[in-house]
């Protein structure tokens, strides 16, 4: 038997305003910062093999590790649209390509409970964060370490109606599973580009809005 709803959201852009990458390079790679970004945006590398070279240079020990974490600008709507979700029945998850070893902090600093997060494993090691991504996997992702799209086609398959939150192209895919699209940044161009509609978001205020006026898309499924 399904269940009746679903709100699946990605983590880095979506519920936070930046990156934590975005943090790491701005605070402790200042000079090396216009390389760094370009390289990222040119793809030089595979999303996991950046990351998981940054994460690791971060030198940093763990409680100052944890300081930067809380650095993070989440989205100080999220928390409410979350225990909304959950309120009227339905599941929240995250899935991230980024790690859950940020992510798990942020959520227990603001006091957010009952929320699954599917994402890259992370443990602090030498300083740094290690991402302990399996190839073997099931979902496992080449470039982003985690297949949002595969990983996303299966959790929907326990639900009637399924919300997706995303900014991104890593995003794209799984959110189009979606009955519902909340869209931030470069993931509005490439929903634009594939003709797919979506409600755009500047915030999770927006995502709360759209809830409380279209309140049946929570049991009758898209609107």
């Known amino acids: 038997m399904t269940k009746p709803f679903l709100f699946l959201s990605d983590f880095d852009g979506t ?3 930046k990156d934590f990458f975005h943090v790491i390079i701005d605070n ?15 793809k030089v590398t595979t999303d996991l093999d950046y990351l998981t070279r940054l994460f690791q240079a971060i030198d940093r020990d763990e409680a100052g590790i944890d300081e930067d974490i809380l650095k993070i600008p989440f989205d100080p709507y999220a928390k409410r649209v979350i225990e909304r979700v959950q309120k009227a ?4 998850f995250v899935i991230s390509a980024g790690t859950d070893y940020y992510i798990k902090r942020i959520f227990n600093h603001y006091g957010i409970h009952g929320v699954k997060i ?8 030498n300083r740094g964060i290690r991402l302990n991504v399996d190839p073997e996997g099931k979902y496992y992702s080449e470039m982003y370490g985690i297949d949002k799209e595969k990983l996303a086609r299966d959790l929907m398959a326990d639900y009637d109606t399924v919300f997706f939150a995303g900014d991104s192209r890593p995003d794209l ?4 599973l979606a009955d519902t699209i909340f869209a931030k940044g470069k993931l509005q161009g490439l929903l634009d580009e594939e003709n797919r509609p979506y409600v755009p978001i500047e915030n999770f205020a927006d995502v709360e809005n759209y809830l ?12």
């Open 212 to 223: 409380l006026n279209h309140q049946e898309v929570l049991t009758n499924g898209s609107c």
């Open 89 to 92: 029945g339905g599941d929240f």
């Open 15 to 17: 519920l936070s305003d």
């Open 173 to 176: 895919k799984a959110a189009m």
């Open 28 to 42: 402790y790679f200042q000079k090396e910062s216009e390389k760094l970004y370009a390289d990222w945006d040119n």
């Open 118 to 125: 599917f994402s890259n494993p992370g443990v602090y090691e």
